[in-house]
């Protein structure tokens, strides 16, 4: 057997800890590898990899896989309007999923007979990481220094400090995940049912205070084009983030069961994901049937909870993407939102299948396609049934 391990490397309290435990207390061969979700540019990722050198890796490698994220995940939360608990929008949740993934993949190509991650034993992460390298390396043991010591944030400073390693209290007091799919900030106020996030402990600011208007264009249910601008997928997105992050936009604190049983709150920062899903959810209203918005409300919300607990691999997945993708085939138009401090709001869409066409009629006001006897007749019909239920069931609704 080897002495080979590769962790899952972020460059945090968490698995700077692991390093140092893993090759000082294990007597451990640490391979870092951090998988990029979005959430780090150049210059970041040589930060990272100088941080993970210093504290004694025998190598470090860094994966990209932003634009296979995307178009196997994202875009189908997007399709999706997927938003957990009507509010957080898989930020870390979808990510984690991708990073074991490629951990895994990483691990059996290094021939390692470990892979560990810094997760501790309260949280979601743990079984996200788990699931993933059971099913893609199940012959390599995981380890997991934190969850299995039981560690609080302060011992693990202190067992670095031991062992020479400085740590900067203020910024290790909040847990943040950042990535393509918004950024995540846990910790502190997070930890307390009352408390609401310190300004500071968010890693927006506002910066501007001025409306300002973007203009976004879908094709078959997927962001092309920013302002006019045609982009790929992933740079819409960072484009788009960059600009509402100004307005600091997109703040919110998520409360949900966690996969172990219990409940838990996490502070997230998402401005280009919710808008994205509020602006394409905005068009859908306008060109889909009742009935096609209706139906994919439960498959949608099955998608998100099934990623959400780490069942990427969960073959049913794939059949609701497929249903999902089948409804975008008219999802094409622009939609005009307009960006404030601390919020935002849809103006409009445009699109040429529109079904709010005003050759039909308009709502309220006029109709161009039946009579007032068609009505009369259509509202005798529609509401033969509750009649009848009403006359043989008198007495349950009262003399």
């Given at each position: 057997?080897?002495?080979?391990?590769?962790?899952?490397?972020?460059?945090?309290?968490?698995?700077?800890?692991?390093?140092?435990?893993?090759?000082?207390?294990?007597?451990?061969?640490?391979?870092?590898?951090?998988?990029n979700?979005?959430?780090?540019?150049?210059?970041?990722?040589?930060?990272?990899?100088?941080?993970?050198?210093h504290l004694?890796?025998?190598?470090?490698?860094?994966?990209?896989?932003?634009?296979?994220?995307?178009?196997?995940?994202?875009?189908?939360?997007?399709?999706?309007?997927?938003?957990?608990?009507?509010?957080?929008?898989?930020?870390v949740?979808?990510?984690?999923?991708?990073?074991?993934?490629?951990?895994?993949?990483?691990?059996?190509?290094?021939?390692?007979?470990?892979?560990a991650?810094?997760?501790?034993?309260?949280?979601?992460?743990?079984?996200?990481?788990?699931?993933?390298?059971?099913?893609?390396?199940?012959?390599?043991?995981?380890?997991?220094?934190i969850?299995?010591?039981?560690?609080?944030?302060?011992?693990?400073?202190?067992?670095l400090?031991?062992?020479?390693?400085?740590?900067?209290?203020?910024?290790?007091?909040?847990?943040?995940?950042?990535?393509?799919?918004?950024?995540?900030?846990?910790?502190?106020?997070?930890?307390?049912?009352?408390q609401?996030?310190?300004?500071?402990?968010?890693?927006?600011?506002l910066?501007?205070?001025?409306?300002?208007?973007?203009?976004?264009?879908?094709?078959?249910?997927?962001?092309?084009?920013?302002?006019?601008e045609s982009?790929?997928?992933?740079?819409?997105?960072?484009?788009?983030?960059?600009?509402?992050?100004?307005?600091?936009?997109?703040?919110?604190?998520?409360?949900?069961?966690?996969?172990?049983?219990?409940?838990g709150?996490v502070?997230?920062e998402?401005?280009?994901?919710?808008?994205?899903?509020?602006?394409?959810?905005?068009?859908?209203?306008?060109?889909?049937?009742?009935?096609?918005?209706?139906?994919?409300?439960?498959?949608?919300?099955?998608?998100?909870?099934?990623?959400?607990?780490?069942?990427?691999?969960?073959?049913?997945?794939?059949?609701?993407?497929?249903?999902?993708?089948?409804?975008?085939?008219?999802?094409?138009?622009?939609?005009?939102?307009?960006?404030?401090?601390?919020?935002?709001?849809?103006?409009?869409?445009?699109?040429?299948?529109?079904?709010?066409?005003?050759?039909?009629?308009?709502?309220?006001?006029m109709?161009?396609?039946?009579?007032?006897?068609?009505?009369?007749?259509?509202?005798?019909?529609?509401?033969?049934?509750?009649?009848?239920?009403?006359?043989?069931?008198?007495?349950?609704?009262?003399?």
């Amino acid at each position: 057997m080897s002495n080979k391990v590769v962790l899952a490397f972020s460059g945090g309290l968490d698995t700077s800890y692991c390093v140092k435990y893993l090759s000082r207390e294990k007597s451990l061969e640490v391979h870092a590898c951090l998988v990029n979700t979005g959430g780090f540019d150049d210059k970041q990722l040589l930060e990272v990899e100088s941080r993970a050198k210093h504290l004694g890796v025998k190598t470090f490698t860094a994966l990209d896989v932003q634009d296979e994220f995307y178009k196997k995940c994202v875009r189908f939360l997007i399709f999706g309007n997927v938003l957990k608990n009507n509010t957080y929008p898989l930020s870390v949740s979808a990510e984690r999923v991708f990073q074991a993934l490629a951990i895994a993949n990483y691990a059996k190509k290094m021939e390692a007979d470990y892979v560990a991650h810094g997760s501790t034993g309260a949280g979601n992460d743990q079984v996200r990481f788990d699931l993933i390298f059971q099913t893609i390396c199940p012959e390599v043991e995981i380890l997991t220094p934190i969850r299995d010591q039981k560690l609080s944030r302060e011992q693990e400073i202190e067992f670095l400090k031991t062992h020479g390693v400085e740590i900067d209290w203020e910024k290790a007091k909040y847990s943040i995940n950042q990535g393509l799919w918004g950024t995540s900030v846990g910790g502190a106020e997070t930890l307390t049912s009352n408390q609401y996030l310190n300004e500071k402990a968010f890693p927006s600011q506002l910066n501007k205070d001025t409306p300002s208007e973007v203009e976004i264009t879908f094709q078959k249910g997927e962001a092309v084009a920013l302002n006019g601008e045609s982009m790929k997928s992933v740079a819409l997105i960072k484009a788009l983030n960059r600009i509402a992050s100004e307005y600091a936009i997109g703040r919110d604190i998520h409360v949900g069961d966690t996969i172990i049983g219990i409940k838990g709150r996490v502070g997230f920062e998402a401005a280009a994901p919710l808008i994205l899903i509020k602006s394409h959810h905005a068009l859908e209203k306008h060109v889909l049937t009742k009935w096609q918005l209706q139906l994919k409300e439960q498959p949608a919300s099955w998608y998100g909870n099934l990623v959400h607990e780490g069942q990427f691999l969960e073959p049913a997945l794939r059949d609701i993407e497929q249903f999902l993708l089948s409804g975008q085939r008219n999802v094409s138009g622009k939609v005009m939102v307009q960006l404030n401090p601390y919020r935002f709001h849809i103006i409009g869409i445009e699109s040429p299948h529109d079904l709010m066409s005003s050759k039909f009629g308009s709502y309220g006001e006029m109709n161009k396609g039946w009579s007032g006897d068609d009505v009369k007749g259509f509202s005798k019909i529609f509401g033969n049934q509750g009649q009848i239920y009403y006359q043989v069931n008198k007495d349950e609704f009262g003399s």
